[in-house]
């Protein structure tokens, strides 16, 4: 069995950033307007067009996103600046070989994953810039394509649903649960809600635990950032000046989970936009909210999957401290889903997932949401 290699007791590296929370310092956004495209009054938008837009937010995010070392994800603020690599999704035709492909980007064979093989194609996830994605897929003279992996593909299909469902949002309770469950309407309430996160081939197969937890550690912290970027730039004026104007350069450049998301990103203009509005709302009551979801990020745990390929957080440990507020806490489903969103957009994540229960009350947790 997979062992937990934090616990909210044991480790703060998980839990409390390793620097000040920006809201007592000054947070600048960096004037970089959300990606939006005309179009005439009379276009019908389609998935289609939708889906054209998610890919070229994927690029503007290839050739944007940075990272100096110990700092935070932040947007280049002039072009020559050297990008972070993010994952890609490359196919090429079926005669190439995978690991010619995976050479002509100077990575090892275990720092790609083969994710489909057939006699016309075969396709791959690797980690690379933009341009040096652009560079090796125009050497092959139009036998290789590649996008960077669009933030919403790396969600599971039906997670989003499962989360803010009755019956898998965490139950807020204030005390600690011990005794054992044998009734089965009481296991809805006390069985451990999980968001199972799979990590880039490169990153993946870490020697020690440790190195796995300072990963997680480096996500959850650029999760907090984005956020309380987000929760600044949605004040007014007046309310903003109520907190520190000391300026602090290294949020500058921090980007929004709004900004970073897709479907956030490209629909900001689009106020009748549906899915812009359900997302808008999320962010809005949940990480991107005045609390940030504080009381999720203190109380969750960390468990390594087999081979430290990927990682579990435990929203509500059966061994951990119980959550003292609501609105801040894994029992807001905004904070989850939200939670799932900011994972997808982080280059170190490959995948994310929430856990599905098999034992038989889980028929009666389901039954619960149509009532």
Not at 24 to 32: A, D, L, N, V
Not at 123 to 136: H, M, N, Q, Y
Not at 204 to 229: A, F, R, Y
Not at 316 to 331: C, I, K, L, R
Request: proline share 4%; charged share 25%; hydrophobic share 35%.
């Amino acid at each position: 069995t997979d062992e937990k290699v934090s616990t909210a007791q044991e480790t703060t590296s998980i839990h409390a950033k390793s620097k000040p929370s920006m809201r007592r310092t000054s947070i600048q956004s960096s004037g970089e307007s959300r990606a939006s495209f005309d179009r005439s009054s009379g276009h019908v938008h389609t998935s289609e067009d939708t889906w054209d837009e998610i890919v070229q937010h994927a690029w503007k995010t290839a050739d944007t996103i940075e990272r100096d070392e110990g700092q935070s994800l932040t947007r280049a603020t002039y072009n020559g600046d050297e990008t972070f690599a993010i994952p890609f999704l490359v196919c090429g035709e079926g005669h190439l070989d995978f690991n010619d492909i995976v050479a002509s980007f100077n990575k090892l064979e275990e720092e790609a994953m083969l994710v489909a093989s057939s006699h016309n194609e075969l396709c791959l996830v690797l980690s690379t810039t933009a341009d040096e994605g652009r560079e090796v897929i125009d050497s092959f003279g139009g036998s290789l394509i590649g996008v960077p992996l669009p933030d919403v593909s790396k969600i599971h299909s039906g997670t989003i649903d499962e989360v803010l469902s009755k019956g898998w949002s965490v139950p807020f309770s204030q005390e600690q649960v011990v005794a054992k469950k044998s009734n089965a309407t009481e296991m809805i309430n006390h069985w451990e809600r999980i968001i199972i996160v799979d990590f880039t081939p490169e990153l993946g197969g870490m020697k020690e635990e440790s190195d796995l937890l300072e990963v997680v550690n480096i996500i959850t912290n650029d999760i907090q950032d984005m956020g309380e970027v987000g929760w600044y730039q949605k004040l007014d004026v007046e309310e903003k000046l109520k907190y520190s104007l000391a300026l602090d350069e290294s949020t500058i450049d921090i980007p929004s989970l709004s900004d970073v998301f897709s479907l956030t990103a490209i629909a900001s203009a689009a106020s009748d936009n549906l899915r812009y509005r359900f997302w808008r709302e999320i962010f809005k009551n949940g990480i991107e909210s005045k609390h940030v979801c504080g009381t999720m990020f203190s109380t969750l745990f960390v468990k390594a999957r087999s081979g430290n390929y990927s990682f579990e957080l435990v929203l509500n440990p059966m061994d951990g401290p119980p959550a003292q507020d609501y609105e801040s806490s894994a029992s807001n489903p905004n904070c989850v889903a939200s939670l799932v969103a900011a994972l997808s957009v982080h280059p170190f994540v490959l995948s994310v997932k929430a856990n599905f229960p098999t034992y038989h009350g889980w028929n009666v947790a389901q039954l619960m949401d149509s009532f």
